[in-house]
């Protein structure tokens, strides 16, 4: 069905301290899954990105914090 290309959606996910875990979103045909990871700071530590035109290959970003302030963030892939 062609009109399917055309859909956008857009779905976030919250846990039970009003973090953002889970963010899916269709748009233009490619659907894109984002998962984050938080530690007992409530600092993000991990994003894993999947998209479904690369074969759902995880991007994943680790989040490197000094104290509360973040310092650098590190890429690579699984």
Known sequence: ???A??????SNTY??????????KVE???R????YV???DDLRTKKTVRKSDNVYAAEV???LYDRQHEQTDCKGGT
């Open 1 to 3: 069905m062609e009109y």
């Open 5 to 10: 290309r055309w859909l956008n959606r857009l």
């Open 15 to 24: 846990d039970g301290l009003n973090r953002l875990t889970k963010v899916e």
């Open 28 to 30: 233009a045909g490619t």
């Open 32 to 35: 894109t899954v984002a998962e």
């Open 38 to 40: 938080y530690n007992g």
């Open 61 to 63: 970003t680790y989040f």
